[in-house]
């Protein structure tokens, strides 16, 4: 189900170019950055889990929340030890899905274009001294999510092999092959997110885990400026999942 330290290349995009295509010149800004960050020591004694959704949305995240709410069944920590890096507009949304977690916003475009803005979330990051990092997304953009699990240094870190092209397979590869970092075959992309968490959670516990759809605590109160008749419209779902 997963591997340690593998190519990241998918069966279907194994085609390479006689000629390696040149790294965009914000790569090398961005790993400077980096370099610098790692400068920042450490703490020596380790603690706490690092979840990455930094480019899921809104749907992701919801539907994210099936396999981050059995994290601290599974890894043996309190619901208060993990902290989930998401989107800013994912923050509102985080005290109903993730009620007893920490979150901390990002501004994901910022981070992977504005070097001051990256510099001080990464010193943030590896200042709190996670022992495990965990990734499920598909990281379509190198130099986000990749980076955060690499700079958060975290002796076990767990990732969703990340969907690659000719543009990004070299980026992909300078940050993940790398070892002891588990790479764990989410499946062909587009691979339904439940599915993709699933497999995820079944490689963080060691164990096969059935699918569950995610279990929200909505409220049962009307809202009172809700309309007698009104339609839900999903109409930027990518997928059936969302649906």
Request: hydrophobic share 40%; net charge positive.
């Amino acid at each position: 189900l997963y591997s340690s330290n593998r190519g990241m290349s998918r069966p279907d995009d194994s085609t390479t170019s006689k000629r390696p295509r040149s790294l965009p010149r914000g790569w090398y800004v961005m790993r400077f950055v980096d370099w610098l960050a790692r400068l920042c020591p450490l703490p020596s004694q380790r603690r706490g889990v690092l979840v990455v959704i930094a480019d899921s949305g809104l749907g992701d995240v919801t539907l994210a929340h099936f396999a981050i709410s059995r994290y601290p069944a599974m890894l043996g920590v309190p619901a208060s030890a993990i902290t989930i890096i998401g989107t800013k507009p994912a923050q509102n949304l985080a005290p109903l899905i993730f009620p007893d977690m920490q979150f901390r916003p990002i501004d994901e475009i910022s981070f992977h274009r504005h070097p001051v803005y990256r510099l001080r979330f990464a010193i943030w990051l590896r200042r709190r001294g996670f022992a495990v990092a965990i990734c499920g997304s598909y990281m379509r953009k190198p130099m986000v999510c990749d980076a955060l699990i690499e700079l958060s240094a975290a002796p076990r870190q767990i990732v969703v092999q990340p969907y690659t092209t000719a543009k990004t397979r070299r980026m992909f590869e300078r940050y993940l092959q790398r070892r002891g970092i588990e790479i764990v075959d989410g499946g062909h992309y587009p691979t339904a997110e439940i599915e993709r968490h699933a497999r995820l959670l079944a490689a963080v516990a060691k164990r096969p885990i059935p699918l569950s759809p995610p279990q929200l605590a909505w409220s049962t109160q009307r809202p009172s400026d809700l309309p007698p008749h009104y339609a839900v419209i999903a109409a930027a779902a990518s997928s059936s999942d969302k649906c």
